[in-house]
């Protein structure tokens, strides 16, 4: 049994109409958002063996501060393949991460989160900014984790519910 988290990344800053897409930083509140899902991962015992995160700026900041948070810093790697793709690019990279890895975390875009989320577990759920689904696959190997698997979402956090400190 394999865990896949699936995050999409925190709110982003809109400030700065001159910068393109994937460069755009988090806002004040992706910013606070980011490091409680992280602390959200610890309280849960979720910590990612592994988190892969699309190379967006705005991602990889939310990739970055949620593993801060949850003491997994060294874990963070970045792949082009994530900027703005649905599920099937998810599932190619994935079906590469090592076995030793048990729990995985992506990070990335909405539709495509959304997208994999409906995908895996057949659910379709809102996924707003720095969302947080946590979703059990009945694989023992990654490269197992094609279209024809069917995974349960265990839990889905959304910051806006999340109890503020």
Not at 30 to 55: V, W, Y
Not at 68 to 76: G, I, L
Not at 127 to 149: F, N, Q, R, S
């Amino acid at each position: 049994m394999k865990t896949l988290l699936i995050l999409r990344h925190a709110k982003s800053s809109w400030k700065d109409a001159s910068l393109a897409d994937h460069d755009r930083p988090l806002n004040k509140r992706g910013k606070r958002d980011a490091p409680r899902m992280g602390k959200l991962l610890q309280e849960q015992d979720l910590i990612p063996d592994r988190i892969i995160s699309s190379t967006a700026k705005r991602a990889r900041n939310t990739a970055k501060a949620v593993a801060k948070a949850c003491h997994c810093e060294d874990r963070v790697e970045l792949t082009p393949e994530f900027y703005h793709a649905g599920p099937g690019s998810y599932l190619a990279v994935l079906q590469n991460v090592p076995d030793d890895n048990q729990r995985v975390m992506v990070v990335g875009h909405n539709p495509g989160m959304e997208a994999l989320v409906a995908h895996l577990t057949g659910r379709m759920e809102t996924m707003p900014t720095a969302a947080l689904a946590h979703v059990a696959l009945p694989i023992e190997k990654w490269e197992e984790l094609d279209y024809e698997v069917q995974g349960e979402l265990l839990d889905l956090w959304r910051p806006k519910t999340l109890i503020s400190e």
